[in-house]
């Protein structure tokens, strides 16, 4: 069975750092197309980015809102994905998905974690 | 301003047959396959159709299809525990990005 599960999240002030993981069962990071999604409170899901498998050449993609500040990794010795945030700002908060995508014809998000929650606040 | 547009809600009897739209354009539905993702009560989301497909476990009265730039969700014989947001969402050529509907939210009366 393929499992998610996020963790890293917490309070953080704003123009601060924070680093959240999403360890993975099931399935190897290397090999696998992963995206985090976030839910800002009471809002609906945003992407927030997109990092492809190692055979597909490992490109990652980010939305306008975060890029040049959220940066998207992987550790394969700890089959984990990692969202890096910095400079953060009140309209980070949210609680934040990761999720794998799979291939038909299309990619879609089949499997996601739980979440995690980050809050950004003085 | 979400990219795809989606009813704000819906509402049907428990039985009834109701189907929920995902309008976009041809840089996004008219090129790709959509996933319909249900959340209840903003938990955990979970992926119920990809295209016109379901993921194991999802029960047969889900079904997906998409015309044009327009795709939409169908539940026949609809169920208390069907009651939750759901969002549509595919990849953006234009864009290069995964872009979501605003989520309607379904009541079962």
């Known amino acids: 069975e393929v499992q998610l599960v996020e963790s890293g999240g917490g309070l953080v002030k704003p123009g601060g750092p924070l680093r959240l993981s999403c360890a993975a069962s099931g399935l190897t990071v290397t090999n696998a197309r992963m995206s985090w999604v976030r839910q800002a409170p009471g809002k609906g899901l945003e992407w927030v980015g997109r990092i492809k498998s190692k055979s597909d050449g490992g490109t990652i993609d980010y939305a306008a809102p975060v890029k040049g500040r959220f940066t998207i990794s992987r550790d394969d010795s700890k089959n984990t994905l990692f969202l890096e945030m910095n400079s953060l700002k009140t309209e980070d908060t949210a609680v934040y998905f990761c999720t794998r995508l799979s291939r038909l014809d299309f990619y879609y998000m089949d499997v996601w974690g739980k979440g995690t929650t980050v809050t950004v606040s003085s | ?109």
């Not at chain 2, 079904?63 to 990849?91: H, M, N, R, V």
């Open chain 2, 1 to 109: 301003q979400s990219a795809l547009t989606q009813e704000a809600s819906v509402s049907g009897t428990v039985g009834q047959k109701v189907t929920l739209s995902c309008s976009g354009n041809n840089n996004n539905i008219g090129r790709y396959g959509v996933t319909w993702i249900q959340q209840i009560s903003h938990g955990t989301p979970k992926t119920v159709m990809f295209g016109n497909s379901l993921p194991s476990g999802i029960p047969d009265r889900f079904s997906g299809s998409k015309s044009g730039t327009t795709a939409s969700l169908t539940i026949s014989g609809l169920q208390p525990e069907d009651e939750a947001d759901y969002y549509c969402s595919t990849w953006d050529f234009s864009l290069s990005a995964w872009v979501f509907g605003g989520g309607t939210k379904l009541t079962v009366l």
